[in-house]
């Protein structure tokens, strides 16, 4: 699994990338002064290794200053706010507005849709948490969806190089303004008059409009942002970071950084090699061996009996050993990949067979570690984090498999993107498993059913438990959505728009919460 070249140089031609002019004075912007020739370099301290930053030939385009300008505005009246359909609404524009900008291929399009998919999530779910992990994945996602790259460093790097571009995609921008300034291609004064004249018409007759029908003067009201002394600061504030990402975004493009990669690793004899590896597979299977006559046992006496602990117990003191097992496999395949001896055949086979192995028995090893979790869950009901741990761990499963399957010929350009793909697929499934409901509707079928449930956990919740918790018998239900329904007595507008809250403040309507109730 030999990493594959990614980008290019600079000077290079690449069908998916712009190329690289070497800059000079006839590609000077309108304003005559000359563009610094040659990359620019960075002191060796940048924590993303970038080896090197070239400024683009060109300043930002007028097009590109009006379409960043356009989604810095939509940006300013949705925002702030309760997240809602505000956020995906946020994102397709700037997406729209990077689009002409932005390379077109099929990483790009693919990473753009999970990002899209992943602001989706707040107009859905209620969670703040989910919510906050979306748009926490979502940006690393767009960045690498505009920097594209093939290998891990590309990966990584261009998922992190969001950060560092936003302040230089600054002063580029402001060249662009100041070119838009002095060129000699301004609007006529009929386009100006025009656009003053339609402003004048719109303010006059949308005021009569408003006077002279309520529901009219409602809907404009409801259109129209809050502008008041502390909001108009806070949208002004909004206004630029809409606007710095689609040219942060443009910049990216245009002017990728060029990471520092690492040296080619030496390789090293197949027998020094494999010590180490067979070492652990043997470990592997003497953990599976045990696991398969101890936990895997379907008497239960027999289980406590050679542990001398409890279901509960038993699956707490080693879960998160074992979740840590399972990252620190995939540091030593990473590791032993880069330096397996691949030269003749039977090395090829050796390091196929051997981490083929300690794949598959780590994959028993997520199996047990699953195992444990759900005996916990038995014991002690389901919470957020614990079904978090759950998606993560079948996540790191999930990756497991695709580096067995990359090692079928010990190399793969598709495994770090298919990884990165994986956890934001796996994210998004997650957020429409709805968690919050699904661990209010198990904790509320294991209180009807053994009378033990942590009410207090259970009123901590977000919106989307509602429907579950409805069918706590009384005075439990009141007693756990009285919170809730305070929380929903306020409706959104229709920027902050959210379909679980709708559905919540369906049921509390339906079904109102009984004042009278003693918690």
């Known amino acids: 699994m030999t990493e594959p070249p990614s980008h290019p140089r600079p000077n290079s031609p690449d069908p998916g990338r712009r190329a690289w002019a070497p800059p000079s004075a006839a590609a000077a912007p309108a304003t005559g002064r000359p563009v610094p020739a040659g990359p620019v370099r960075l002191p060796r301290r940048d924590p993303l290794l970038i080896k090197e930053w070239r400024r683009p030939v060109r300043p930002a385009s007028p097009a590109l200053l009006v379409r960043a300008a356009v989604a810095g505005v939509l940006a300013a009246v949705l925002f702030p706010g309760r997240p809602g359909l505000n956020v995906p609404l946020v994102v397709v524009a700037e997406i729209v507005a990077l689009a002409p900008a932005a390379r077109r291929n099929r990483t790009s399009i693919v990473f753009a849709t999970l990002t899209l998919a992943l602001s989706a999530l707040p107009a859905l779910v209620d969670a703040g948490w989910v919510v906050a992990l979306a748009i926490a994945l979502a940006v690393p996602l767009g ?44 609007p006529s004064g009929a386009v100006v008059g025009s656009v003053v004249l339609a402003a004048v018409l719109l303010v006059v007759f949308g005021a009569l409009f408003v006077t002279a029908d309520a529901a009219f003067g409602r809907a404009v009201a409801g259109l129209l942002p809050d502008v008041g002394i502390g909001s108009l600061i806070v ?16 910049f990216l493009t245009v002017a990728p950084p060029r990471f520092a990669r690492p040296p080619v690793a030496s390789h090293i004899g197949r027998t020094p090699w494999a010590i180490p590896i067979v070492a652990l597979d043997l470990l592997f299977l003497g953990f599976v061996a045990i696991q398969a006559d101890v936990l895997l046992a379907s008497n239960r006496d027999r289980l406590l009996r050679s542990t001398g602990l409890s279901y509960a117990e038993y699956a707490r003191r080693g879960f998160w050993q074992l979740l840590v097992v399972t990252g620190l496999v995939l540091v030593v395949v990473a590791v032993a990949v880069r330096y397996a001896p691949v030269r003749s055949r039977a090395d090829r086979v ?62 793969a350009a598709w ?30 079928d294991r209180f009807r059913h053994t009378g033990s449930a942590d009410l207090a956990y259970l009123a901590g919740l977000s919106a989307d438990a509602v429907p579950a918790l409805d069918r706590l018998p009384e005075p439990q239900r009141s007693c756990v959505l009285r919170h809730l329904e305070g929380s929903l007595r306020r409706g959104d507008s229709w920027s902050r728009f959210n379909l679980s809250r709708a559905q ?16």
């Open 350 to 411: 050796t390091v196929r067979s051997l981490l083929g192995l300690l794949c598959g028995l780590t994959l028993v090893v997520v199996a047990v570690a699953l195992r444990r979790l759900f005996l916990y869950e038995e014991a002690y009901g389901w919470t957020r984090l614990r079904l978090w741990v759950h998606a993560f761990e079948l996540w790191m499963g999930l990756v497991i498999v695709l580096v067995a399957v990359a090692g079928i010929r010990l190399k």
């Open 504 to 519: 919540a403040r369906d049921v509390l309507r339906r079904h109102p919460v009984q004042p009278s109730s003693t918690c």
């Open 415 to 444: 495994l770090p993107r298919a990884v990165a793909a994986a956890g934001a697929v796996g994210l998004l499934a997650l957020g429409l498993l709805n968690p919050d409901g699904f661990i209010a509707a198990h904790n509320v």
């Open 143 to 186: 960045s690498y969806a505009v920097y594209g790259g093939r290998s891990w460093i590309d990966l990584v790097g261009g998922g992190l190089a969001f950060a560092p571009a936003a302040p230089r995609s600054v002063p580029w921008a402001g060249r662009g303004l100041v070119a838009v300034a002095t060129s000699r291609r301004r």
């Open 235 to 250: 949208r002004i504030l909004v206004f630029g970071a809409g606007a710095i990402v689609v040219l942060t975004g443009a």
